[in-house]
Antibody, heavy 121, light 107 residues
Framework: QMQLRESGPGLLKPSETLSLTCIVS??????????WNWIRQPAGKGLEWIGR???????SYNPSLKSRVTISVDASNKQFSLKLTSVTAADTAVYYC?????????????WGQGTLVTVSS | DIQMTQSPSSLSASVGDRVTIGCRAS??????LNWYQQKPGKAPNVLIY???SLQTGVPSRFSGSGSGTDFTLTITSLQPEDFATYYC?????????FGQGTKVEIK
């Protein structure tokens, strides 16, 4: 069964760069049928899509974050990563990685447990 | 971006009730509409994809309908484990966007 797990620092200062990694197990990251997504959720609020990548197609990003976001994939180590530059308190959220099934309505069918990132001076 | 609007934002219901949640897209998304359930402190889980297909392992009391711009999630007989927040999501075109959520609470 596919499992995803986020890792990375939980506390950042304003203007720093957020770096998170999602490790994929129980399946292949290299299948062209899947996209690998990052989504975030501020406390008590809704879900915001950050972007996605596949091993065969370049990344796409939410225009609201595009100038600050980079998503990359390391297929050999079965992981993909998120970098978000110049963070502010508004970037404080639980960050999720998720697999998207491109063969079936682009549903997000496997999620990591989420990792809380807090931006505070 | 495609805006997704859910109604209501919250509702109170009893075990055994039939519950209906609506989701409207700001433009046609064909049937590219997915529903997720999220419990406190947990990641969302997909319930319905393609507007009406039941995800493997999800109880049959959950169903989805609609196409174009208007969609509905129905729970036919609410169970204690169904008290949660539900989100719709359009997967027609990026950026993927979610509704604001509907919190289903115990009456």
């Amino acid at each position: 069964q596919m499992q995803l797990r986020e890792s990375g620092p939980g506390l950042l200062k304003p203007s720093e760069t957020l770096s998170l990694t999602c490790i994929v197990s129980g399946g292949s990251i290299s299948s062209g049928s899947y996209w690998w997504n990052w989504i975030r959720q501020p406390a008590g609020k809704g879900l915001e899509w950050i972007g996605r990548i596949s091993t065969s197609v370049s990344a796409s990003y939410n225009p609201s974050l595009k100038s600050r976001v980079t998503i990359s994939v390391d297929a050999s180590n079965k992981q993909f990563s998120l970098k978000l530059t110049s963070v502010t308190a508004a970037d404080t959220a639980v960050y999720y990685c998720a697999r998207e099934d491109g063969t079936s309505w682009n549903r997000l069918d496997s999620w990591g447990q989420g990792t809380l990132v807090t931006v505070s001076s | 971006d495609i805006q997704m609007t859910q109604s209501p934002s919250s509702l109170s219901a009893s075990v055994g009730d039939r519950v209906t949640i609506g989701c409207r897209a700001s433009q046609s998304i064909n049937s590219y509409l997915n529903w997720y359930q999220q419990k406190p402190g947990k990641a969302p889980n997909v319930l319905i994809y393609g507007a009406s297909s039941l995800q493997t392992g999800v109880p049959s009391r959950f169903s989805g309908s609609g196409s174009g711009t208007d969609f509905t999630l129905t729970i036919t007989s609410l169970q204690p484990e169904d008290f949660a927040t539900y989100y719709c999501q359009q997967s027609y075109t990026t950026p993927w966007t979610f509704g604001q959520g509907t919190k289903v609470e115990i009456k």
